[in-house]
């Protein structure tokens, strides 16, 4: 159990973590950079355990298999806890304490978001680990997930606009990851994994199936995980690891983002259930694109935009990954359809 081996774990964040406060990086910066060693927050249980009303359920912001998420108040300057509303707002992840994958997974997030720091990544700010509880704190996001304003019933609809503005943060953020030093795979991207800020700024969150990528050879042996739907075919095939396998779980969220379809929809019948097979072939004929677009775009978008953004989703999911573009090439291709400077078009009617 995670008892017996937590001793461990502490022994090597010793190592690992100084007892430092994370330096954001400004909110204009474009490119982001690693820290020579995790600049992070030593907290006490007592100050999250405050914080948190005593995690208290009206708290929780999300729930998993191995952990909750829970939201909290600290004053800005010296992090001591305070009243609901007052000073500043955190994201408090608190590990199930019997759970091997969730101690894993969350001494990754330590190894790769404490080294990591660039505006489309969350930000982690501190961390709690004794008497076999473990606990991440993270700046909070005030808009929550992408997944929430694109499935959630009553969620307030997302413009052609804001959709692209989120598409590029998050492109940047893995384009990073893919170029920096560490060459970071990330391999759990979708939409729940994407937050946003109270701007719509987005972020990517949740490192804990995340790995260094292949230094000499082509990819990274390594077993599967992930979730369906999301991972790239030859991963799934093979158990082969490669950087532009998030080039796929990309291109699934941007058409998840064009049509508000998910992914995977188990109540569909069976040719149907994996949208990405059953979507594809709208993507290249104009006639079927406006068939499939999100109705909520209030009938207007630019419709060459929206042509260029298919083509790049269909470039995304292509059946060889070598010839998909990189995330920095994603990047560019969504900055081009950003600029494109024409006058939105009624678009046909979907109901």
């Known amino acids: 159990?995670?008892?017996?081996?937590?001793?461990?774990?502490?022994?090597?964040?010793?190592?690992?973590?100084?007892?430092?406060?994370?330096?954001?990086?400004?909110?204009?910066?474009?490119?982001?950079?690693?820290?020579?060693?995790?600049?992070?927050?030593?907290?006490?249980?007592?100050?999250?355990k405050s914080a948190t009303m005593n995690f208290k359920p009206d708290t929780i912001l999300g729930e998993g298999g191995f952990r909750t998420v829970y939201k909290g108040w600290v004053d800005d300057k010296t992090f001591a806890p305070s009243k609901i509303g007052v000073g500043l707002m955190i994201a408090v992840k608190k590990l199930n304490p019997d759970s091997l994958q969730g101690l894993e997974e969350w001494q990754y997030e330590i190894n790769f978001l404490g080294t990591l720091s660039h505006p489309n990544l969350v930000s982690l700010v501190g961390y709690y680990c004794e008497d076999n509880e473990f606990?991440?704190?993270?700046?909070?996001m005030a808009k929550g997930s992408l997944e929430n304003h694109l499935f959630q019933k009553g969620a307030e609809p997302l413009s052609w606009d804001t959709r692209l503005k989120i598409a590029i943060g998050v492109a940047r953020g893995l384009a990073f990851l893919h170029t920096s030093e560490k060459q970071v795979i990330y391999r759990y991207f979708k939409a729940s994994n994407i937050l946003l800020d109270r701007d719509f700024n987005a972020k990517v969150l949740d490192f804990g199936l995340a790995k260094n990528g292949p230094v000499a050879?082509?990819?990274?042996?390594?077993?599967?995980?992930?979730?369906?739907?999301?991972?790239?075919?030859?991963?799934?095939?093979?158990?082969?690891?490669?950087?532009?396998?998030?080039?796929?779980?990309?291109?699934?969220?941007?058409?998840?983002?064009?049509?508000?379809?998910?992914?995977?929809d188990p109540t569909r019948p069976s040719g149907q259930r994996n949208r990405v097979v059953w979507l594809k072939p709208s993507l290249g004929k104009l006639r079927k694109l406006k068939e499939i677009m999100d109705p909520k775009f209030g009938e207007e978008y630019p419709i060459k935009g929206a042509v260029l953004a298919a083509k790049l989703t269909l470039n995304c999911l292509g059946p060889d990954f070598r010839k998909c573009p990189s995330m920095r090439e994603v990047v560019e291709a969504l900055e081009q359809i950003q600029a494109i400077n024409e006058k939105p078009k009624t678009a046909r009617k979907l109901s």
Do not use: Q
């Open 135 to 140: 606990l991440l704190v993270y700046e909070y």
């Open 1 to 48: 159990m995670i008892k017996n081996n937590s001793h461990v774990l502490i022994y090597s964040l010793e190592l690992l973590v100084n007892c430092w406060t994370v330096t954001k990086p400004s909110t204009t910066e474009k490119e982001g950079h690693i820290l020579t060693s995790p600049k992070l927050r030593v907290c006490t249980f007592a100050e999250l």
């Open 217 to 264: 050879s082509s990819h990274v042996a390594t077993r599967v995980m992930g979730t369906f739907g999301y991972a790239a075919p030859e991963y799934v095939a093979t158990g082969h690891l490669y950087v532009k396998s998030d080039v796929y779980g990309f291109g699934v969220v941007l058409l998840e983002m064009l049509s508000v379809l998910r992914a995977v």
